[in-house]
């Protein structure tokens, strides 16, 4: 065993909004600048989290969801990112006990509580004096093994610290583990979908820079570490040794500003299957990568770029036809809204029936149960599938080809399917269903047999010689 296999930390936070992405952040930022590294996680089904973790680390961010995982998968996915590592630094998400409806199952305590790992709490106490210390106590006793080891504060004044240190320490027996001051220009922005994503905040890497040299100063570091190091041992595992090779194509996968939502592990799990991923930009290519066997459009911000995605219709029409000849495509909420006919009127793909519109308030939110109406590229009639849906739109004149329903709440019906397209709002979460990448990576080795096969009938026969 070795000693990295051991070393983790969870920072969880009271509420969402107390600051624990900014924490995190600055904790990664000032232990990368140790030139540790840094196995980085985020609890649920977030991708502009991790987004801001690979910005800072230089790796993956690994999201870890109890909800679609069982707690032995979610070991293993744990486990086989955090080899070759110093230490793993998991976020929460919400409030440290929030999780699926009344429950605590996908909660930043549910998953410290899986990989028994050690866990601090970001506590905000502007407002209050003694009041702070009954708010830590009472998440401290809420579980009989709360995972909680310690405390961080965020947005107090340097004078205050040794105030709420002592007393906190003294009423809770928890350790104080250091503060972020409240500094403006160091926040992390925000809009309607979370924290805007890493690559558009301006003047990102100073503000990483500042928060980690912040962190270094104000929050024990080394502390943390010795904490991270009291964790008990984990044994190494595969994550992915289930999945053998099937095929070997070339898979087209959108990754620009526009679309970037997507659960590493899907990526990683159709690179086992065999598929080499091809990257391109909707927003500044012409057209797509040559010789692909699919598409794979993820979620995020196309309401904002439609203009430039709509003016690209060369862009466009290649999807298209791409579609209309059988090519295999995921397209998931981004992904299905740039597929539609348009967003908020501008023309987009026209792939699949739909005219998108954009709302104030949030959409079918929250993890869903996804039952086929018809055989598709991801499913037989009749079979289900979990997801993820959170988006501020709505589709006029879609499709219906799949129920959609939370346990013990209201049902609806949305989305295309097709023998080669999979579009609608649930993000897919694939090591939860295995059995969808397969089918995806099955469509795209035949669609390149047939391609292989069609190419060899075109070419011409050998030329006879004339004898004299």
Same mark, same amino acid.
């Given at each position: 065993?070795?000693?990295?296999?051991?070393?983790?930390?969870?920072?969880?936070?009271?509420?969402?909004?107390?600051?624990?992405?900014?924490?995190?952040?600055?904790?990664?930022?000032?232990?990368?600048?140790?030139?540790?590294?840094?196995?980085?996680?985020?609890?649920?089904?977030?991708?502009?989290?991790?987004?801001?973790?690979?910005?800072?680390?230089?790796?993956?961010?690994?999201?870890?969801?109890?909800?679609?995982?069982?707690?032995?998968?979610?070991?293993?996915?744990?486990?086989?990112?955090?080899?070759? =590592?110093?230490?793993? $630094?998991?976020? !929460?998400? /919400?409030?440290?006990?929030?999780?699926?409806?009344? *429950?605590?199952? +996908?909660?930043?305590?549910?998953?410290?509580?899986?990989?028994?790992?050690?866990?601090?709490?970001?506590?905000?106490?502007?407002?209050?004096?003694?009041?702070?210390?009954?708010?830590?106590?009472?998440?401290?006793?809420?579980?009989?093994?709360?995972?909680?080891?310690?405390?961080?504060?965020?947005?107090?004044?340097?004078?205050?610290?040794?105030?709420?240190?002592?007393?906190?320490?003294?009423?809770?027996?928890?350790?104080?583990?250091?503060?972020?001051?409240?500094?403006?220009?160091?926040?992390?922005?925000?809009?309607?979908?979370?924290?805007?994503?890493?690559?558009?905040?301006?003047?990102? =890497?100073?503000?990483? $820079?500042?928060? !980690?040299? /912040?962190?270094?100063?104000?929050?024990?570091?080394? *502390?943390?570490? +010795?904490?991270?190091?009291?964790?008990?041992?984990?044994?190494?595992?595969?994550?992915?040794?289930?999945?053998?090779?099937?095929?070997?194509?070339?898979?087209?996968?959108?990754?620009?500003?526009?679309?970037?939502?997507?659960?590493?592990?899907?990526?990683?799990?159709?690179?086992?299957?065999?598929?080499?991923?091809?990257?391109?930009?909707?927003?500044?290519?012409?057209?797509?990568?040559?010789?692909?066997?699919?598409?794979?459009?993820?979620?995020?911000?196309?309401?904002?770029?439609?203009?430039?995605?709509?003016?690209?219709?060369?862009?466009?029409?290649?999807?298209?036809?791409?579609?209309?000849?059988?090519?295999?495509?995921?397209?998931?909420?981004?992904?299905?809204?740039?597929?539609?006919?348009?967003?908020?009127?501008?023309?987009?793909?026209?792939?699949?029936?739909?005219?998108?519109?954009?709302?104030?308030?949030?959409?079918?939110?929250?993890?869903?149960?996804?039952?086929?109406?018809?055989?598709?590229?991801?499913?037989?009639?009749?079979?289900?599938?979990?997801?993820?849906?959170?988006?501020?739109?709505?589709?006029?004149?879609?499709?219906?080809?799949?129920?959609?329903?939370?346990?013990?709440?209201?049902?609806?019906?949305?989305?295309?399917?097709?023998?080669?397209?999979?579009?609608?709002?649930?993000?897919?979460?694939?090591?939860?269903?295995?059995?969808?990448?397969?089918?995806?990576?099955?469509?795209?080795?035949?669609?390149?047999?047939?391609?292989?096969?069609?190419?060899?009938?075109?070419?011409?026969?050998?030329?006879?010689?004339?004898?004299?």
């Amino acid at each position: 065993m070795t000693e990295h296999f051991m070393k983790r930390l969870m920072i969880g936070g009271t509420q969402s909004g107390c600051g624990k992405t900014t924490v995190t952040a600055a904790v990664l930022a000032a232990l990368t600048a140790r030139k540790m590294k840094l196995a980085p996680y985020k609890c649920g089904p977030d991708y502009i989290d991790p987004m801001f973790h690979r910005r800072i680390t230089g790796r993956p961010s690994i999201n870890l969801d109890s909800v679609f995982l069982e707690p032995e998968k979610l070991r293993k996915i744990f486990a086989w990112h955090m080899k070759e =590592s110093d230490m793993a $630094v998991i976020e !929460g998400v /919400m409030g440290y006990y929030d999780g699926q409806g009344k *429950g605590d199952r +996908g909660s930043s305590y549910h998953v410290a509580s899986i990989t028994k790992t050690p866990a601090v709490l970001v506590v905000r106490p502007e407002g209050t004096a003694l009041s702070a210390a009954a708010i830590v106590q009472g998440f401290k006793n809420f579980r009989e093994e709360s995972m909680l080891r310690g405390i961080i504060l965020n947005g107090i004044r340097e004078g205050m610290y040794p105030f709420y240190r002592e007393m906190i320490e003294a009423e809770t027996g928890l350790k104080v583990y250091g503060f972020l001051p409240k500094e403006s220009n160091v926040f992390l922005e925000s809009r309607h979908l979370g924290l805007v994503t890493a690559a558009e905040q301006e003047s990102l =890497s100073e503000k990483l $820079v500042l928060l !980690g040299a /912040m962190a270094e100063k104000y929050i024990d570091l080394d *502390g943390l570490i +010795g904490l991270a190091g009291t964790a008990e041992p984990f044994e190494p595992m595969n994550a992915f040794e289930e999945f053998p090779t099937m095929g070997n194509v070339r898979l087209a996968v959108a990754l620009d500003e526009a679309f970037c939502f997507y659960y590493e592990d899907n990526l990683e799990m159709l690179r086992r299957f065999g598929a080499e991923i091809i990257p391109f930009s909707p927003l500044r290519d012409a057209c797509l990568p040559e010789h692909i066997h699919g598409i794979y459009i993820g979620g995020g911000y196309p309401e904002i770029y439609a203009e430039r995605l709509s003016e690209n219709e060369s862009m466009r029409m290649d999807i298209l036809r791409a579609g209309r000849r059988g090519l295999p495509i995921i397209g998931e909420c981004g992904g299905y809204m740039y597929l539609c006919g348009s967003i908020q009127s501008r023309p987009m793909v026209g792939l699949v029936p739909g005219k998108c519109r954009m709302t104030e308030k949030l959409g079918p939110f929250g993890y869903v149960r996804g039952t086929c109406r018809k055989d598709s590229l991801i499913g037989k009639a009749g079979e289900t599938f979990a997801a993820h849906e959170f988006h501020y739109s709505l589709m006029a004149d879609g499709g219906e080809d799949f129920l959609l329903s939370k346990p013990g709440r209201r049902s609806w019906s949305g989305g295309t399917a097709g023998g080669n397209i999979y579009a609608a709002y649930p993000h897919l979460y694939f090591y939860a269903n295995p059995e969808i990448p397969k089918r995806f990576m099955g469509a795209m080795e035949a669609f390149r047999q047939a391609e292989q096969t069609a190419a060899l009938i075109r070419q011409p026969g050998p030329v006879m010689e004339e004898k004299i």
